[in-house]
């Protein structure tokens, strides 16, 4: 049996990102939900160093409960990475779903867009809105402000070397329709050849949402063959 860590992504909770996921891997795998600080039922408040500070909060959960894989979806998978980067000794292995290393510099218009967007999203769309307000409660609001602004103008990148010492089992599965989600699985596999990509045929960024079944089917073979 594995032990499998989730970490979703941006404003989501880990048993609504990955629903699909549960009924499938919760069988053979003991399956550990977390919400990062700031988001859903997690009783930690988001810091304004939100990255640093959620990063330290997983490490502290997973030292707490146990080796692991950890699951990450977009916000999730840049944790993870860092969490295998850091502490390897405490990750079994590592699945990474709508990642990039880094930011390519043609998409930081549209970042800095979108956080304008997303700041004001009671004025732009007030369903959004109400639906994070019913999902994390009174704190919504301050938790997007510090996510969006780390996420926008501090991505937690990740450097070649790092990539190239990166010891853990890594799977990253990205979408085919972004295509910079493309490159970014191809570079990563550029840098390191130990890595495993997949492209998911008629996926997004949310390639474990939009594909649930291919999804599964990869991250139960990457578990069984990383396990033995």
């Known amino acids: 049996m ?3 860590y989730f970490l979703h992504g941006f404003m989501g909770t880990s048993g609504s990102h990955f629903s ?5 891997l919760e069988e053979n795998n003991e399956l550990i939900l977390l919400d990062l600080p700031g988001h859903g039922n997690s009783e930690e408040m988001a810091m304004d160093d939100y990255f640093e500070n959620a990063l330290q909060w997983v490490i502290s959960q997973i030292k707490q409960r146990g080796q692991g894989y950890i699951v990450g979806l977009s916000l999730g998978a840049s944790l993870a990475v860092h969490i295998a980067k850091r502490e390897p000794s405490l990750v079994k292995g590592i699945i990474l779903t709508g990642y990039s290393p880094f930011i390519p510099d043609e998409l930081k218009d549209i970042m800095e867009n979108q956080y304008d967007y997303f700041l004001n999203i009671e004025e732009n769309d007030i369903n959004i809105a109400n639906h994070f307000k019913n999902v994390h409660g009174e704190k919504w609001f301050d938790t997007l402000k510090k996510v969006l602004y780390t996420m926008t103008f501090n991505y937690p990148s990740i450097t070649d070397k790092d990539l190239e010492n990166l010891i853990v089992p890594t ?3 990205n979408g085919s329709k972004d295509f910079h989600e493309v490159e970014a699985a191809t570079y990563i596999k550029g840098k390191n050849k130990e890595i495993e990509i997949g492209l998911i045929p008629n996926a997004g ?3 474990n949402i939009d594909q649930p079944d291919v999804y599964n089917l990869l991250v139960k073979e990457f578990i069984n063959i990383t396990m033995n």
Do not use: Y
């Open 171 to 173: 799977l990253v599965l």
């Open 205 to 207: 960024h949310t390639a």
């Open 20 to 24: 699909s996921q549960i009924s499938s």
């Open 2 to 4: 594995g032990r499998l």
